[in-house]
């Protein structure tokens, strides 16, 4: 799978290409949040896979933690972290914001 395979590509003036940028939704508290101790192994794409049956959500399980390294899948054992749980809400505000 290609991370980039979703991105706009644009084209500038003089017809060079790149790519249009990728905005992200904040991510409010909900009481219906799961909060997890993460153990040995445990991953945003894995997580995201666990609990929304998807691993390329887990962009938001991430940006949910902005405590924890954003440029990394890998989470510390033992962290406490959030799993947001309206999905439908945020992936609905993703494409708000990305869409021309």
């Given amino acids: 799978m290609n991370r980039y395979q979703d991105i706009t590509v644009l ?11 990728t905005l992200y ?5 909900s009481v219906n949040d799961v909060y997890i101790i993460t153990g040995d192994g445990d991953r945003f794409d ?11 959500l887990y962009w938001i399980i991430s940006i949910a933690n902005v405590e924890l390294k954003q ?19 945020i992936l609905a505000e993703y494409n ?3 869409s021309f």
């Fill in 25 to 29: 939704p904040q991510i409010p508290l």
């Fill in 46 to 56: 894995i997580l995201a896979q666990q609990y929304y049956g998807d691993p390329t």
């Fill in 71 to 89: 440029n990394s899948i890998f989470i510390p054992v033992g962290t406490q972290i959030r799993i947001p749980a309206n999905v439908s809400a």
């Fill in 11 to 21: 084209r500038t003036d003089t017809g060079k290409p790149y790519y249009k940028t």
């Fill in 96 to 98: 708000t914001l990305n």
